[in-house]
């Protein structure tokens, strides 16, 4: 069945940087999927991050736009967020999740999602 699994979450303090990874274990999903990472913080909704498209092409939201890059290896399989200059309100539980259908990632509606990795400012 198709797995994604994060890694590179922890602890840093504010001002540092951290780099969170997403493998995702099915050729077919990583090849024509968009692949997002999202992230929750206790009590609040569930915001979109980051976003590679299947085209390549990438966005982000604006709280983090010029912190944040999401990047790729295709040989790993696997997407990456690099994230710079993190502050307090960065601090959530970080998901990549992956969707095949245009439909779906236009609407930011995922199929397959990660368990998720804690991310922590302080």
């Known amino acids: 069945h198709v797995q994604l699994v994060e890694s590179g979450g922890g602890s840093v303090q504010a001002g540092e940087s951290l780099s969170v990874s997403c493998a995702v274990n099915?050729?077919?999903?990583?090849?024509?999927?968009?692949i997002a990472w999202l992230r929750q913080a206790p009590g609040k909704e569930r915001e979109g991050v980051a976003l590679l498209s299947s085209d390549g092409s990438k966005s982000y939201a604006s709280s983090v736009k010029g912190r944040f890059t999401i990047s790729q290896d295709d040989a790993k399989k696997t997407v990456y967020l690099q994230m710079n200059s993190l502050n307090a309100e960065d601090t959530a539980m970080y998901y990549c999740?992956?969707?095949?259908?245009?439909?779906?990632?236009?609407?930011?509606?995922?199929?397959?999602w990660g368990q998720g990795t804690q991310v922590t400012v302080s």
């Open positions: 999740a992956a969707e095949t259908s245009r439909r779906g990632c236009v609407s930011a509606e995922y199929t397959y």
């Open positions: 099915f050729d077919k999903i990583y090849s024509t999927s968009c």
